[in-house]
């Protein structure tokens, strides 16, 4: 197995308590001021289009980290080894989000226990950021978390994704003591839905 893929196996949407970097294409950029221009609906994380936007997001955070370009295999083997299957009813959800009928974001939000969610997978296209992508798509993965029983939401993040820790407390995320451990986990966030 490719060395890089077990280095960041959390980082890159290992489970719960590894998969620090899930949330950093949404938050380059996104400024929260167009979310009514984005469609945010429920899709099966298999589908084409949340593919495609899934290997675009762990190209995004394996090259952010790696500092380099990610090759196509490297990309088949972290999807391989870092499955979404529990991002599925009962316990999970994926949605994609489009813009101008485009599929150009995705989140994923699984069920750490009855009450608790947790966001994953959270990516904007780069050509869509600034353009409220990722506040749309905090609202819609807050409200399948609703769905699913969850009275709060939590995530993980590393300290460089300063965007990502500022468009999480536009929304009302408070950073909280860790709740997880892994390499990547470095700060760590909650926002009650109840």
Known sequence: MNTHSNQLGGHLGGRR???????????????????????????PVTSRDATLLRRAYYAEVA?????????????????????DGDLVPPTGRFVVGRRGGEPLACGGLRLLDPVTAELTKVYVDPRARGTGGG????????????????????????????????????????????????????????????
Do not use: C, M
């Not at 308590?17 to 899709?43: I, K």
């Not at 790696?66 to 391989?80: F, M, N, P, S, Y």
């Open 17 to 43: 308590g590894n998969h620090v970097g899930n949330h950093l294409g949404t938050h380059l950029g996104d400024r929260g001021t167009a979310a009514s221009s984005w469609t945010v609906t429920p899709e």
């Open 63 to 83: 090259g952010r980290y790696w500092k380099r370009q990610v090759t196509e295999a490297e990309i088949d083997q972290g999807l391989l080894d870092f499955p």
């Open 135 to 194: 506040a749309a798509l905090l609202e819609a993965l807050e409200a399948q978390g609703r769905a699913l029983g969850a009275e709060r939401v939590r995530l993980d993040t590393r300290t460089d994704l300063v965007e990502a820790r500022a468009l999480y407390a536009r929304h009302g995320y408070a950073e909280i003591p860790a709740y997880s451990s892994g390499p990547y986990a470095q700060h760590w966030f909650e926002k009650r839905l109840a």
